[in-house]
């Protein structure tokens, strides 16, 4: 027998390190187990989702990773070369903007908008719902819930469509409460994409088109063309009701929503500085993309924003919605094989090129407003200025219709360039006129154009005391809006929930 | 035979090492099953399966041209010379594991140079005869990474595996499951 020299502690060490090791190798046998259950998919429901099932919380009980990949949509670090996830106060980046929007809501406030985690909470702050103080106060309509909340279907459902297009947007104040969410694309039961918002079902109607007969692919377009298109309000379709309807009639060109629009003599505000009857472009999101050539290739909204992920055997949807730019890999990437670097720099050399004649347009839309109100403080007829605002009203169309959707510029570069292009004609087309009509009516002088360098500059030069508005603000951010927050959790707080 | 007298315990001790010997090469051995190690030295397709993340690669090749010709090894692993072969299956694997089982994976894969490499050399060598006269055929991964001549999936853009790469790009795809570790026999038994 050969003498044990070792000492004891060796053969405790020995014997200490062999179960350490035998431990970790069983752990990786159970994690090598585990990646080969994973394979399968499990959905386990653990609550019952009714139709009327605004709380995003409670469909997150059973789509958990779609929830919490929705709520990143909180996220706002993220800033690209010209937009980003952070709020960004536009007219502060391009105070000409303010003198564009003069005599409009917009001239007070506009902010570039962040995720829809915020959707809620930034319509409550914008100065451009105003100070209401009670139910029937405030300068909006109700209406401009529409696009905010799942509460919308909520209440469409069971008030009815036009009744909720009637009243002031503070009559519904206590009603809508969650933000942007599940119920507003997914149908409750079978979970299916569905359209929930009646502007889009009846613009396809009146098209002689069929939304039901959409394919999976075009409904992940589709859902988010409930809301970021261009839209306005019927005030003739419903007694008393704003009634959301999209210009689509003649088709969804700048050319045709602005025959459309002329057609029925529609403006949304009266300039103050020129007097010529506005168009406000809202977001045409949906109806630039559909120009694009990702469009042509089959490409959805969803594709880039929401591109779909795989953990484990599950494959969902990325739910945080946000800039393809700050997502490249899984966004561009699945079909693009170029550098991360070289995808970004394609995207910002056409937002750039785009930008270098959208700007100049803005310059030569305030110059037309500046000139035209010079014509008027001269004696300048209605007659002799008809064809002048036409050309105002037609050039800042387009200009804001290719503006207004802050994606423009790379879902369809050559369309939104067209539109600049001949936006620019029409403006100076408008000035030539001034220019001509401005001798004939005794003015020889050299027109005075203001200094608008800065937000507070322009605003001051408009007329706007955003002081008073800021204060009215607050007063209504602190007395009525409280109210109408307590108003709704205790509503929500008497919801049952019924779980499996 | 010293290092022999070294190793063996002494006799109070050889029962409990016989003991953990056994443990040890035991789980080592079920390590060795449920991994599918031994699937590895193979040339078959399913092997790559063994990591679920494979599967819309498997897909995509399982409908394309390359199915009745060519498998998984045919264009991913060299075929220069033998040692290279078993050499580099051993490295790429050594890192596709440890990717794999510290959930690394991304969820777009692009080949990296050592693969692309391979791939073109690959390309070449079963493609020799039409290319032989044409310029394409000087082409390698290590001239393409200095900007010099396209790789053959650069035009030849489909093959195998589709232009549309995710994790998620073929979701619904009916492919080879892994078999339960647990022998049916034994199963039976426990049902």
């Known amino acids: 027998m050969t003498e044990n020299k070792r000492k004891s502690w060796v053969n405790w060490a020995l014997f200490l390190s062999t179960i350490i090791v035998v431990f970790f190798l069983g752990l990786l046998a159970s994690s090598i187990t585990e990646r080969r259950v994973e394979e399968q998919y499990v959905y386990k429901p653990t609550v019952q989702i009714t139709e009327t099932e605004s709380r995003n919380e409670v469909w997150g009980k059973n789509f958990p990773l779609e929830y919490s990949s929705y709520y990143q949509t909180a996220d706002t670090s993220f800033v690209s070369k010209y937009n980003g996830n952070a709020m960004i106060d536009m007219l502060e980046v391009d105070p000409r903007l303010v003198v564009l929007w003069d005599g409009y809501g917009f001239s007070k406030d506009y902010k570039q908008g962040r995720g829809h985690f915020y959707a809620i909470e930034d319509i409550w702050n914008t100065l451009r719902t105003g100070a209401p103080t009670g139910p029937e106060d405030g300068p909006q309509p109700s209406t401009c819930w529409t696009c905010k909340s799942p509460d919308v279907p909520r209440l469409m459902s069971v008030m009815g469509v036009a009744e909720f297009y009637k009243g002031k947007w503070a009559g519904k104040g206590e009603e809508i409460y969650n933000t942007i969410g599940c119920l507003d694309c997914h149908d409750p039961e079978s979970m299916s994409l569905t359209i929930t918002r009646p502007a889009l079902v009846e613009a396809y109607e009146r098209q002689g088109k069929k939304i039901e007969e959409a394919t999976h692919e075009e409904m992940r377009s589709l859902v988010c063309a409930q809301c970021h298109v261009e839209y306005y309000f019927d005030k003739k379709a419903v007694e008393g009701a704003n009634y959301l309807t999209f210009p689509w009639d003649n088709g969804k060109k700048v050319e045709d929503i602005e025959a459309y629009y002329d057609s029925i003599q529609f403006s949304d505000w009266t300039h103050s500085l020129s007097k010529a009857p506005m168009l406000k472009a809202q977001h045409p999101d949906y109806e630039v993309f559909t120009t694009g050539i990702h469009y042509e290739r089959g490409v959805s909204c969803a594709d880039c924003h929401m591109p779909y992920k795989t953990e484990g055997g599950q494959k969902y949807t990325d739910h945080h919605i946000q800039s393809p730019l700050n997502n490249i890999d899984n966004s561009c990437q699945v079909c693009h094989r170029e550098d991360a670097e070289e995808l970004v720099k394609n995207v910002y050399d056409r937002q750039d090129k785009i930008i270098e004649n959208r700007d100049k347009l803005e310059e030569l839309l305030v110059k037309a407003h500046i000139e035209a109100k010079t014509a008027w403080d001269n004696g300048a007829t209605e007659v002799q200025m008809a064809d002048i605002l036409q050309d105002i009203r037609h050039a800042q169309w387009r200009w804001d219709y290719t503006s207004a959707g802050h994606g423009n510029s790379f879902h369809s570069p050559i369309e939104v360039s067209r539109v600049i292009a001949s936006a620019i004609v029409i403006a100076q087309e408008a000035r030539i006129k001034l220019a001509t009509l401005l001798p004939q009516i005794g003015f020889t002088g050299t027109v005075v154009y203001p200094d608008i360098s800065t937000k507070e500059k322009a605003q001051i030069f408009i007329g706007l005391d955003i002081n008073k508005l800021e204060a009215e603000k607050k007063v209504f951010l602190d007395n009525l809006l409280p109210t109408w927050k307590k108003a709704a959790q205790e509503r929500e707080a008497k919801l049952d929930v019924t779980y499996f | ?191």
């Open chain 2, 1 to 191: 035979m010293t290092v022999l007298k070294k190793i063996i315990p002494p006799d109070d001790w050889k029962l409990p090492v016989i003991v953990l010997l056994g443990i040890i090469i035991g789980l080592g051995i079920y390590l060795f099953k449920i991994s599918n190690a031994p699937s590895y030295l193979s040339e078959s397709p399913t092997t790559c399966l063994n990591c679920h993340v494979m599967t819309p690669q498997y897909a995509s090749w399982f409908h394309s041209s390359h199915r009745e010709n060519a498998t998984c090894n045919d264009c991913h692993v060299p075929h220069n010379n033998i040692v290279n072969k078993y050499f580099f299956k051993m490295k790429d694997g050594l890192r596709h594991s440890t990717i794999f089982s510290l959930r690394l994976e991304p969820q777009v894969i692009h080949i990296k140079q050592a693969g692309l490499e391979v791939v073109q050399e690959n390309c070449k060598r079963c493609h020799e005869s039409v290319n032989q006269n044409v310029n394409t055929i000087n082409v390698t991964g290590v001239n393409y990474s200095h900007g010099d001549g396209k790789l053959c999936w650069d035009c030849h853009r489909e093959i195998p595996h589709g232009t549309v790469i995710s994790l998620s790009s073929t979701p619904n795809a009916i492919v080879p499951k892994l078999d339960s570790p647990v022998p049916s026999w034994l199963s039976k038994l426990l049902k």
